[in-house]
């Protein structure tokens, strides 16, 4: 529907709940894991996130969309469980992609963050050496962003951009990938130019929670971040970053 015309006021609006997964294993014996399985405490984190999602009274989830990553698989699996929902995977939704660190010492991992951290923004959009460009992984996510909204009849408005059309009854989808992809996706829909460190304009700890939804406005839909950063339902000591 374009903005100027009239938009249809049963439709009901459509949430977004964005998952950070839980805590990963970032290490093992002192080595780096370049995909790794949830800590302990990230099966914890994924628990209390999925009975918060599957006893919300407010809206029930209706889609279980999922990065690749085994981190956050493993993060939606009690989702699906709890839910009833089946795992979607959709791979361009995985965090952006770090240098092959496989065999490399946790401590030497870490110097690498630490002394890369002041780059200039130049460097900052080029990314790691040999890991993927900020720029394409933006470009990655949001397109991925772009195409689920669109199969589900969600587009962005031709007159105003700052504007969306809804032609559907879509419910609730529940989308759990990583900090930085979450924090670009956020981005993107609140209309923000992007810069190459998403993850640290919008911080998002492990298992928490980012809540998006559609409202109607000026004749067509906008997206509204009702939440961000949500860990109301994993207690302090639980909690990770």
């Given at each position: 529907?374009?903005?100027?015309?009239s938009?249809?006021?049963s439709?009901?609006?459509?949430?977004?709940?964005?998952?950070?997964h839980?805590?990963?294993?970032?290490?093992?014996?002192?080595?780096s894991?370049?995909?790794p399985?949830?800590?302990e405490?990230?099966?914890?984190?994924?628990?209390?996130?999925?009975?918060r999602?599957?006893?919300?009274?407010?809206?029930?989830?209706?889609?279980?969309i999922v990065?690749?990553?085994i981190?956050?698989?493993?993060?939606?699996?009690?989702i699906?469980?709890?839910?009833?929902?089946?795992?979607?995977?959709?791979?361009d939704?995985v965090?952006?992609?770090?240098?092959?660190?496989?065999?490399?010492?946790?401590?030497?991992?870490?110097?690498?963050?630490?002394?890369?951290?002041?780059?200039?923004p130049?460097e900052w959009w080029?990314?790691l050496?040999?890991?993927?460009?900020?720029?394409?992984f933006?470009?990655?996510?949001?397109?991925?962003?772009?195409?689920?909204?669109?199969?589900?009849?969600?587009t962005?408005?031709?007159?105003d951009?700052r504007?969306?059309?809804?032609?559907?009854e879509l419910?609730?989808?529940?989308?759990?990938?990583?900090?930085?992809?979450?924090?670009?996706?956020?981005?993107?829909?609140?209309g923000?130019?992007?810069?190459?460190?998403?993850?640290?304009?919008?911080v998002?700890?492990?298992g928490s929670?980012?809540?998006?939804?559609?409202?109607?406005?000026?004749?067509?839909?906008?997206?509204s971040?009702?939440?961000?950063?949500?860990?109301d339902?994993?207690p302090?000591?639980?909690?990770?970053r």
């Amino acid at each position: 529907m374009a903005a100027s015309g009239s938009f249809r006021v049963s439709l009901p609006p459509m949430d977004i709940i964005f998952v950070r997964h839980g805590q990963p294993q970032w290490a093992i014996d002192g080595l780096s894991q370049p995909n790794p399985h949830l800590t302990e405490l990230g099966r914890k984190q994924a628990t209390l996130a999925a009975a918060r999602i599957a006893t919300d009274e407010k809206a029930t989830a209706t889609e279980l969309i999922v990065s690749p990553a085994i981190r956050s698989q493993e993060t939606a699996d009690p989702i699906a469980t709890t839910t009833g929902l089946t795992i979607t995977t959709i791979d361009d939704l995985v965090e952006i992609q770090m240098p092959d660190w496989e065999g490399v010492t946790e401590e030497a991992v870490i110097d690498i963050f630490r002394t890369t951290r002041h780059r200039t923004p130049d460097e900052w959009w080029d990314g790691l050496p040999g890991g993927e460009p900020f720029r394409d992984f933006h470009n990655r996510v949001t397109t991925a962003l772009d195409a689920l909204l669109a199969n589900r009849g969600i587009t962005r408005n031709h007159e105003d951009p700052r504007l969306w059309d809804v032609s559907d009854e879509l419910g609730r989808i529940v989308i759990v990938a990583h900090g930085g992809t979450n924090s670009v996706c956020l981005a993107h829909l609140m209309g923000a130019p992007p810069s190459p460190w998403e993850w640290e304009k919008y911080v998002l700890f492990h298992g928490s929670f980012a809540r998006v939804k559609f409202i109607p406005l000026a004749g067509a839909y906008v997206p509204s971040l009702r939440t961000f950063n949500d860990q109301d339902h994993i207690p302090s000591e639980l909690r990770s970053r």
